[in-house]
């Protein structure tokens, strides 16, 4: 057996989850869109540092949540759909990973 397929059987056996939406994925995002033309209202209105840092990290963590989300959906499909070799559908994930690494590794 290849790694790539033990460790699917291990994700899928221990996630059973479902997928979430493509619905449910931009209703997140128009939330946080939201979330982000009230900031900048906050500062056109000239609001208090404090508010307007709590609600940046309100909008990082909707960002966060989402990223969580696609992420996990992208596993999900990635390996029970993949055509692809374990191993290609292994690097591929890697990337994935890599990517949301790098949005989150300046904090």
């Not at 993949?82 to 290609?88: F, G, I, L, N, P």
Request: charged share 35%; proline share 1%.
């Amino acid at each position: 057996m290849v790694i790539g397929a033990k460790f699917r059987e291990d994700v899928m056996a221990r996630d059973e989850k479902p997928e979430i939406s493509r619905e449910a994925v931009l209703k997140r995002l128009k939330k946080i869109e939201g979330q982000i033309r009230g900031l900048q209202k906050m500062v056109v209105d000239e609001r208090d540092c404090e508010s307007i840092v709590t609600q940046m990290a309100a909008v990082r963590s909707a960002i966060d949540s989402a990223g969580a989300l696609i992420m996990n959906n992208y596993m999900k499909l990635c390996f029970r759909q993949s055509k692809e070799s374990d191993m290609d559908a292994l690097d591929s994930l890697a990337r994935v990973v890599s990517i949301w690494g790098r949005v989150r590794i300046h904090e």
